[in-house]
């Protein structure tokens, strides 16, 4: 396949910007035309990246025939019609995550990959991360041994806002936050879950608090944790411990730097989840594209999107109920 790709981006919020600078910057594909409800966005960022079209539907971009693949970065409860809208057409699909908000959705999605045969891949950017990708390398050549216990947690320094506060719109903080986790323990684990229990405190777009208990089918047990109002920034951790030997993948500095006074030895920490996580947005966007130009399967794909929204449903039914949910 030797033509230029080109993309079209739907909803221009920070994350849709990122994408489509990085796609601009890092890929030989080329942003041909951004769509959003707000049309003087899409007309902003359209000339910030040098794209040509611009619409205010995404119905209209996707039916755009020089169009070969989309960037869906809206909010959550619109990612299954627009995927669908998407595929149905031919397009090669990058959806944030979560892929949906229920199983039902995921399930229609992947049938509709399948039946159309295009590529689709979800946002699920840490896989990307290099010492992630050093993490999975270890595990999968057997340094861990049998594991045991696996830990991962996302806390955020400020409450979820916009739209992402509202849980009929956003999945709540499941799906907000935790599916990064949940896919992480999932894939470096390589099991199913076979029961979740969840524990929540606060309420969701203030202070909410959650641990979630993960009982894997290859016997491991899991945890993945939240807070939404971290003190000293943006922390990602996960810790995977096996019979023989043990990982932990953490950025304890955004910088090596210490500033030392009378209070004690500082560290510069990441506030952020792009100043953490940079280089594998910028990953994820060249593989997907990579994987359309070689006609290679996404690294993470529908299906794997699917299996996460099943644990997020799990999880979240769990916490409305109070007790311990057995995936099928």
């Known amino acids: ?28 594909a080329k942003v041909l035309a951004v769509a ?22 995404y119905i209209d971009l996707i039916k755009d025939k020089d169009i070969d693949a989309v960037i869906i970065s809206l909010p959550n409860n619109l990612h299954y019609e627009v995927s669908i809208a998407a595929i149905e057409a031919g397009k090669h699909v990058f959806c ?26 979800v946002g699920f950017n840490r896989r990307f991360d290099s010492s992630y990708e050093k993490a999975k390398e270890l595990i999968e050549k057997g340094y861990l041994g049998k594991i045991l216990i696996s830990y991962s947690n996302t806390f955020d320094p400020e409450p979820h806002s916009g739209w992402e506060a509202n849980e009929e719109i956003s999945g709540g903080i499941l799906f907000t936050t935790c599916s990064h986790d949940f896919d992480l323990l999932y894939w470096l684990i390589g099991s199913e879950v076979n029961k979740v229990y969840v524990e929540s405190r606060g309420e969701f777009g203030k202070n909410e608090s959650l641990i979630c208990f993960l009982s894997f089918k290859n016997n491991a047990l899991g945890v993945v944790s939240t807070i939404e109002i971290c003190p000293y920034g943006h922390d990602v951790k996960t810790e995977i411990i096996g019979d023989k030997a ?24 990441p506030y952020w989840f792009i100043e953490r996580f940079e280089e594998s947005y910028i990953k994820e966007i060249k593989d997907f594209v990579k994987c359309i130009i070689e006609d290679k399967e996404p690294r993470v794909n529908a299906k794997d999107g699917m299996y996460i929204v099943k644990i997020s449903q799990a999880a979240k039914e769990s916490k409305q109920k109070g007790k311990p949910i057995i995936l099928e």
């Open 246 to 269: 043990a990982i932990r993948i953490e950025k304890p500095s955004s910088t090596f730097i210490k500033t030392m006074d009378k209070n004690g030895i500082h560290n510069d920490y």
């Open 36 to 57: 959003d409800v707000n049309r003087n966005a899409a007309e902003n960022l359209a000339k910030q990246i040098g794209a040509k079209k611009v619409y205010s539907s």
């Open 1 to 28: 396949m030797n033509k230029i790709i080109n993309v079209g981006i739907i909803g221009t919020g920070k994350i849709g910007n990122f994408h489509a600078k990085n796609i601009t910057l890092y890929t030989s």
């Open 96 to 121: 944030e995550k979560p892929l949906c908000l229920n199983i039902k959705e995921a399930e229609e999605i992947v049938k509709k990959v399948e039946k159309y045969k295009v590529k689709f891949q």
